[in-house]
């Protein structure tokens, strides 16, 4: 069983496919703004699968969560230190990225959408932030597993499992076209949302983890990958083949385009298998890892954040000076790109890193007096 000590090991693979998972969303956004802003596509629009970066994002939340705090559940005095090291990891940062927005958002924003906007409890409106609609799920997985932290598995465990089987359910008739949840009904949606399962995903790839040695980390490692790669070529076939030919807005492109209407299926489950993999191999020896895609794994929640307001701020920028000719080149595009992920980097290391040094520091002197 791998506990205590292995919970507490540089996972440094992990950070490497946490990184790609950063970059990936990176991509998918770039190749939507250009598109949007510049009117021009990238690269044959083959980061359309991009938005898997999310799925794998929320497996690896499953996973790290349910890996590092398993030993805590039915401990209530863990409770409040889980929350708090939750929240200091969430929010603080994402407000830092959300205050500007607001400040410069127009007059279309009301009370009840700034208020969900600094809770990230669901809301019909599109999020300010672009990205935060997934931290949403984020925190309810938080919130879900500090009631495991307040109460054990015994009280919990049958409500969770009824949830899980009814979202089960929902998509089963859902992918036959017998049951579908009205797109305005947000609560209901989020309620009932597959990505859920991709954070039971990660907690199952932890539990394996803790419970057994897996030692074949490099056969599951590679196919969880070539099954991502899978889900990731014909999504970018179909949409070439069935959506963009008949004019199918990709934003609706899910009802043609299986991986984009059960990512958690497609995506999910790959992701489940590259953590297992990955984790099994770094337990199991040494494996060096360049300092470089460490650091960027580091700051992928940075680069999450900030990414998709530069892209859209040079490309804007760009219009309005109607320079689109001299950014037709794809090598012009990916230059936009680097210059997003840089501004991530810098965010991570002069404003993420301090500021979680300084509230840390700060919450654990005023604890002690």
Same mark, same amino acid.
């Not at 300092?291 to 999450?304: K, M, T």
């Given at each position: 069983?791998?506990?205590?000590?292995?919970?507490?090991?540089?996972?440094?693979?992990?950070?490497?496919?946490?990184?790609?998972?950063?970059?990936?969303?990176?991509?998918? @956004? =770039?190749?939507? +703004?250009?598109?949007? *802003?510049?009117?021009?596509?990238?690269? $044959?629009?083959?980061?359309?699968?991009?938005?898997?970066?999310?799925?794998?994002?929320?497996?690896?939340? =499953?996973?790290?969560?349910?890996?590092?705090?398993?030993?805590?559940?039915?401990?209530?005095?863990?409770?409040?230190?889980?929350?708090?090291?939750?929240? +200091?990891?969430?929010?603080?940062?994402?407000?830092?990225?959300?205050?500007?927005?607001?400040?410069?958002?127009?007059?279309?924003?009301?009370?009840?959408?700034?208020?969900?906007?600094?809770?990230?409890?669901?809301?019909?409106?599109?999020?300010?932030?672009?990205?935060?609609?997934?931290?949403?799920?984020?925190?309810?997985?938080?919130?879900?597993?500090?009631?495991?932290?307040?109460?054990?598995?015994?009280?919990?465990?049958?409500?969770?499992?009824?949830?899980?089987?009814?979202?089960?359910?929902?998509?089963?008739?859902?992918?036959?076209?017998?049951?579908?949840?009205?797109?305005? *009904?947000?609560?209901?949606?989020?309620?009932?949302?597959?990505?859920?399962?991709?954070?039971?995903?990660?907690?199952?790839?932890?539990?394996? +983890?803790?419970?057994?040695?897996?030692?074949?980390?490099?056969?599951?490692?590679?196919? =969880?990958?070539?099954?991502?790669?899978?889900?990731?070529?014909?999504?970018?076939?179909?949409?070439?083949?069935?959506? *963009?030919?008949?004019?199918?807005?990709?934003?609706?492109?899910?009802?043609?385009?299986?991986?984009?209407?059960?990512?958690?299926?497609?995506?999910?489950?790959?992701?489940?298998?590259?953590?297992?993999?990955?984790?099994?191999?770094?337990?199991?020896?040494?494996?060096?890892?360049?300092?470089?895609?460490?650091?960027?794994?580091?700051?992928?929640?940075?680069?999450?954040?900030?990414?998709?307001?530069?892209?859209?701020?040079?490309?804007?920028?760009?219009?309005?000076?109607?320079?689109?000719?001299?950014?037709?080149?794809?090598?012009?595009?990916?230059?936009?790109?680097?210059?997003?992920?840089?501004?991530?980097?810098?965010? @991570?290391?002069?404003?993420?890193?301090?500021?979680?040094?300084?509230?840390?520091?700060?919450? $654990?002197?005023?604890?002690?007096?």
């Amino acid at each position: 069983m791998f506990t205590g000590k292995n919970s507490r090991k540089k996972l440094n693979i992990l950070q490497i496919f946490r990184g790609i998972a950063a970059i990936l969303v990176l991509l998918v @956004h =770039g190749n939507a +703004l250009f598109k949007i *802003n510049l009117k021009q596509n990238f690269i $044959f629009n083959i980061f359309t699968f991009g938005f898997a970066g999310v799925d794998f994002f929320f497996v690896l939340s =499953g996973f790290i969560i349910f890996y590092i705090h398993q030993n805590d559940i039915g401990k209530k005095y863990r409770f409040k230190d889980f929350i708090f090291k939750r929240f +200091l990891r969430v929010y603080p940062i994402y407000w830092v990225i959300l205050i500007p927005r607001l400040l410069f958002a127009g007059k279309e924003i009301n009370f009840l959408i700034c208020l969900s906007s600094f809770t990230l409890f669901p809301y019909p409106s599109p999020p300010i932030v672009n990205v935060s609609w997934t931290l949403s799920y984020e925190i309810f997985f938080y919130l879900i597993f500090s009631l495991f932290i307040l109460n054990g598995f015994k009280y919990l465990s049958p409500l969770i499992i009824t949830w899980i089987s009814l979202i089960c359910i929902y998509w089963s008739l859902h992918s036959v076209n017998i049951l579908t949840i009205p797109l305005d *009904n947000i609560l209901l949606q989020f309620i009932f949302s597959g990505h859920h399962l991709e954070f039971v995903f990660g907690c199952l790839a932890a539990y394996i +983890l803790n419970k057994y040695r897996v030692r074949q980390g490099t056969l599951i490692l590679t196919l =969880g990958i070539v099954l991502f790669l899978i889900s990731a070529i014909f999504n970018v076939y179909l949409l070439k083949t069935i959506a *963009n030919p008949h004019s199918i807005d990709i934003n609706i492109s899910e009802h043609v385009v299986p991986m984009n209407r059960f990512p958690f299926f497609y995506y999910g489950i790959p992701s489940m298998l590259i953590i297992i993999g990955a984790v099994a191999l770094d337990l199991n020896k040494e494996i060096r890892v360049p300092n470089i895609l460490i650091y960027l794994g580091d700051a992928s929640y940075s680069i999450y954040l900030v990414h998709a307001s530069v892209i859209n701020i040079s490309t804007n920028l760009i219009a309005k000076m109607h320079l689109e000719q001299m950014f037709q080149s794809d090598i012009s595009k990916i230059a936009i790109l680097l210059i997003a992920l840089i501004a991530g980097c810098i965010f @991570h290391s002069y404003i993420e890193q301090p500021l979680l040094t300084t509230l840390r520091k700060n919450i $654990f002197l005023s604890k002690n007096n």
